[in-house]
């Protein structure tokens, strides 16, 4: 049985009603924020096998990352879950949310890092932010190449700069490799998916389901 939950705050309260319901006997917690202590008691306490994905736990991929202990968790789930999709394959994964982001992993499983990028959503606060004249838009489903208002190019100038900078990375790498795929995922991946000239697999679980494969990945070793 496959479920998925979003909650706003999240806790032993919330999570003790899904172990009842689901009868769940393992389990990954994976965090960008302060670490719930309370939380973690109580899942090492219920569950059978339990993972706190930190810098020491084992992974199904090599890790070349300089500084492992500050690497975003869902970035390196996320490049896990796409090993996982497509073994054996040179894979640039972008994850598209609050901060666009740009992870490497070559097919021999090695992950090579990554670049950080300010995301849709993040660019036109900023433009609103930190001017005293231009307005706080949002994106549209239609986008113009050029803007003919001060929203339309801000929208066109954020929405169609992504694309470029998405191209371009895709592009750049397939210079040094050429059967390079790629995975889209993050809150906007589907928003982004149809104007990317190059070809990608949209998955907005990939991360899931690199949390999945860690912990399963542990459980078998």
């Known amino acids: 049985m496959e479920a998925s939950f979003v909650y706003k705050e999240f806790g032993v309260s919330v999570i003790a009603p899904l172990m009842e319901a689901y009868d769940l006997t393992q389990g990954i917690l994976s965090t960008v924020v302060d670490t719930d202590e309370e939380l ?6 219920k569950l059978r096998y339990f993972v706190f994905l930190n810098e020491d736990v084992a992974l199904p991929v090599s890790v070349q990352y300089e500084t492992p202990a500050t690497l975003g968790k869902d970035r390196l789930a996320a490049v896990v879950g796409a090993n996982y999709l497509q073994p054996g394959k040179d894979i640039l994964v972008i994850d598209a949310g609050t901060a666009i982001t740009y992870e490497l992993i070559e097919a021999s499983g090695i ?3 990554g670049n950080i990028s300010p995301g849709m959503t993040t660019r036109f606060k900023a433009l609103n932010f930190f001017t005293k004249k231009l307005p706080l838009v949002t994106e549209q489903d239609n986008v113009p190449m050029l803007g003919t208002s001060t929203e339309t190019a801000i929208q066109a100038g954020v929405v169609n700069g992504i694309v470029y900078e998405m ?3 895709i592009e750049e790498l397939r210079v040094k490799y050429p059967e390079l ?3 889209l995922t993050g ?3 589907f928003y982004f998916e149809r104007r990317l000239k190059n070809s990608i697999f949209a998955d907005i679980n990939l ?3 690199g949390l999945n494969r860690i912990l399963e990945y542990n459980v078998e070793n």
Do not use: E, M
Request: glycine residues 14%; charged residues 10%.
């Open 40 to 45: 973690l008691a109580f899942l090492r306490s």
């Open 111 to 113: 992950y090579l890092g």
């Open 167 to 169: 191209d371009g990375y």
């Open 181 to 183: 795929l790629v995975f």
């Open 187 to 189: 809150g906007h991946s």
């Open 207 to 209: 991360v899931l389901t």
